[in-house]
């Protein structure tokens, strides 16, 4: 996600002209993040449900959202989530590093909601990885690995794996 929205210089220029040329064009966010959530609810709907009817907005149940909640958006989208706070309607629960079904990651799928009420797509961003170097992608790698919902267990083991299979075929 850095590398795709704050990589280079060019990155941002890139995103900043799909913005200017592209009015459809609500958020750009990471290569392999516009997640749907059809998949992707991890048990948020009811939170979700509660800033749609604070927000008053109304969206079919299937939508798109970035994942990561790190993306360029059109500052016209934040309003419903300004309002929300202004409002004083966001009671966010303690952080004790729950990985879903809190209102940080309702309001994570809410951007993807007020895109979609509006008309505007999500789109991957322009990066090439092509152009980073091999140390980047590396790490780049095994910070999505280490991220993942399905916890760091699975990435440490997945690392080892990845490891011993790399010593056998040398």
């Known amino acids: 996600l850095y590398f795709d929205i704050l990589g280079s210089n060019k990155i941002v220029k890139n995103i900043l002209n799909l913005f200017k040329n592209d009015s459809d064009i609500g958020i750009i966010t990471g290569k392999n993040t516009i997640l749907d959530s059809e ?21 079919p149940k299937e939508y798109l959202f970035a994942g990561g909640t790190m993306f360029w958006i059109r500052s016209e989208l934040l309003v419903p ?3 929300l706070y202004q409002n004083d309607t966001l009671d966010f629960e303690e952080e004790k590093g729950q990985k879903d079904n809190t209102l940080a990651h309702a309001i994570e799928r809410f951007f993807g909601i007020i895109c979609q009420v509006k008309n505007k797509k999500i789109v991957e961003s ?3 990885y092509s152009k980073a170097s091999d140390q ?16 760091n267990d699975v990435f440490i083991s997945q690392r080892q ?6 010593s056998t075929i040398k």
């Open 161 to 166: 794996q990845i490891q011993d299979f790399r």
């Open 39 to 59: 998949r992707y609810d991890y048990g948020n709907t009811e939170k979700i449900d509660r800033l749609l009817e604070k927000s008053g907005l109304v969206v």
């Open 81 to 83: 989530i300004m309002d």
């Open 136 to 151: 980047t992608l590396n790490e780049v790698a095994a910070l999505v690995l280490s991220q993942q919902y399905v916890g």
């Open 126 to 128: 322009p990066a090439l």
